[in-house]
T-cell receptor, first 113, second 115 residues
Framework: AQKVTQAQTEISVVEKEDVTLDCVYETRDTTYYLFWYKQPPSGELVFLIRRNSFDEQNEISGRYSWNFQKSTSSFNFTITASQVVDSAVYFCALSAYTGKLIFGQGTTLQVKP | EAQVTQNPRYLITVTGKKLTVTCSQNMNHEYMSWYRQDPGLGLRQIYY???????DKGDVPEGYKVSRKEKRNFPLILESPSPNQTSLYFC??????????????FGPGTRLTVL
């Protein structure tokens, strides 16, 4: 069975701090995809990144970076120099070729000025 | 504008009164899916559809029905709603290709309260 665990329910940081959101997944599939989505206070879900299981290269996009490690089944997300606008709920998700998408419980990030 | 629309956005109803939440996308996506979001549980998939006339159960299909008669529409039907179906519901669609493995575009959400 597939499972995604985001053990951090809530994180609070002060603006400009770096913060890492953890994501651990379980799957027996050899081909799978991992995602991060952001849900700001306005409620919409915003796609951030997709990574397939064969590409373990870390990715950086501005202040955001992602660390994918198959050895530990983790796909962690780091925000550098956090800003108040980063305050949101962040979801990690897993999908194989089955059409199913499994989300983690979400991590609520609060960035204080 | 490329988008996924859901209607209604807010709904308060009573136990047992059948309701339908509509979902429509204008991006010609083959894959569509419904999720419910509950505090502490994240998003859980209810049903998904790889293409017209093809639907499959997600993790929490009990109490829900779907149909996919047209590519653009994927309504969610609650035949006899119960209070435990009070939740925030999201519809999503995904570009053509292998279903579920591409970025999903989400609708704005429907907040349903069943009294």
């Amino acid at each position: 069975a597939q499972k995604v665990t985001q053990a951090q329910t809530e994180i609070s940081v002060v603006e400009k701090e770096d913060v890492t959101l953890d994501c651990v997944y379980e799957t027996r599939d050899t081909t799978y995809y991992l995602f991060w989505y952001k849900q700001p206070p306005s409620g919409e879900l915003v796609f951030l990144i997709r990574r397939n299981s064969f590409d373990e290269q870390n990715e950086i996009s501005g202040r955001y970076s992602w660390n994918f490690q198959k050895s530990t089944s983790s796909f962690n997300f780091t925000i550098t120099a956090s800003q108040v606008v980063d305050s949101a709920v962040y979801f990690c998700a897993l999908s194989a070729y089955t059409g199913k998408l499994i989300f983690g419980q979400g991590t609520t990030l609060q960035v204080k000025p | 504008e490329a988008q996924v629309t859901q209607n209604p956005r807010y709904l308060i109803t009573v136990t047992g009164k059948k309701l339908t939440v509509t979902c429509s996308q204008n991006m010609n996506h083959e894959y569509m899916s419904w999720y419910r979001q509950d505090p502490g549980l994240g998003l859980r998939q209810i049903y998904y559809s790889m293409n017209v006339e093809v639907t499959d159960k997600g993790d929490v299909p009990e109490g829900y029905k779907v149909s996919r008669k047209e590519k653009r529409n994927f309504p969610l039907i609650l035949e006899s709603p119960s209070p435990n179906q009070t939740s925030l519901y999201f519809c999503a669609s995904s570009p053509p290709g292998v279903a579920g493995v591409y970025e999903q575009f989400f609708g704005p959400g429907t907040r349903l309260t069943v009294l």
